[in-house]
């Protein structure tokens, strides 16, 4: 591990409003501030919002900045991506933004019952060779069911074509709520006559300036995930996006994946 790297992790151990647990297995118990992050860590009532994958945590920052009556936790194992936004957050002096570094494998280990509101998954890995990875899966949703409120609300961004359609299809198959559904947001009229959704407009991240500088449409799909009924995966045929990350080629000659 690099100077500084470790520089990094050294300064983000003595911030109050990050919590670290990168050590956790599948016997773990429940974290000790599991049930208690409203009394606890944000010493307030308001709703509790999560960013799964938040690498650097602008976007988690950027929601915190918008929405004061709200509580942010950006959450990632990638503790010196996340010392950016984390420190951004101490130094602006936002109460409302906080920091978790685990696995999200192991997220209903850290939130109780009715404990979060929504989930923000922002530009994450689409995972296309393999679908219980994928954060919009019925692997991951039946996990978030364990903490998020009934109905409560899970919002994808994303630059992949792939995980967009993915997602749309596990919407449909299961017959989830949509509020908000776009290929294009940045040129829908639709975005504007959202509050919400023009609030958002305005948080682009380092990596989302990275996609639309290469001329990809940035899609955003908002919908409720009701606790009751059993979750199934869509039977469909997806085509690959054409490339992966940081303009790298796509490693498999495979043109689609369920």
């Known amino acids: 591990m690099s100077k500084n790297k470790l520089s990094k992790f050294a300064e983000m151990a003595t911030y109050d409003h990050v919590v670290e647990a990168p050590f956790q297995t599948p016997s773990s118990p429940n974290h000790p501030l599991y049930g208690k992050w409203h009394e606890e860590f944000f010493h307030n009532s308001n709703p509790i919002v999560l960013e799964l994958g938040c690498g650097r945590g602008e976007y988690c920052v ?29 130094e602006a002096g936002l109460k409302n933004v906080g920091f978790l570094r685990t696995h999200i494998e192991f997220i209903d280990k850290f939130f109780a019952s009715d404990e979060v509101s929504e989930i ?35 919002h994808l961004k994303t630059d992949s074509n792939f995980l967009f359609t993915y997602t749309d299809f596990m919407v449909q198959e299961n017959h989830l709520p949509v509020e908000f559904r776009t290929d294009n947001l940045y040129h829908t009229l639709a975005a504007e006559e959202d ?21 990809l449409n940035i899609k955003y799909l908002k919908f409720h995930l009701p606790q009751a ?6 039977d469909v ?3 690959l996006d054409s490339y992966r990350s940081y303009n790298r080629s796509k490693r498999s000659g495979l043109e689609t994946s369920r």
């Open 62 to 90: 950027g929601l915190g900045r918008l929405f004061p009556d709200k509580n942010f936790i950006g959450v990632d194992i990638k503790g010196a991506r996340m010392w950016s936004g984390a420190t951004e957050a101490k």
């Open 195 to 215: 509050n919400e959704v023009r609030q958002i407009l305005g948080i682009r991240t380092y990596y989302e300036q990275q996609w639309i500088d290469r001329g």
């Open 120 to 154: 923000w998954l922002t530009f994450s890995d689409p995972q296309m060779k393999k679908v219980t990875k994928r954060l919009t899966s019925t692997h991951f949703l039946a996990r978030y069911r364990h903490f998020l409120r009934d109905n409560g609300l899970v």
């Open 229 to 234: 009924g059993t979750l199934v995966e869509p």
């Open 237 to 239: 045929e997806i085509e």
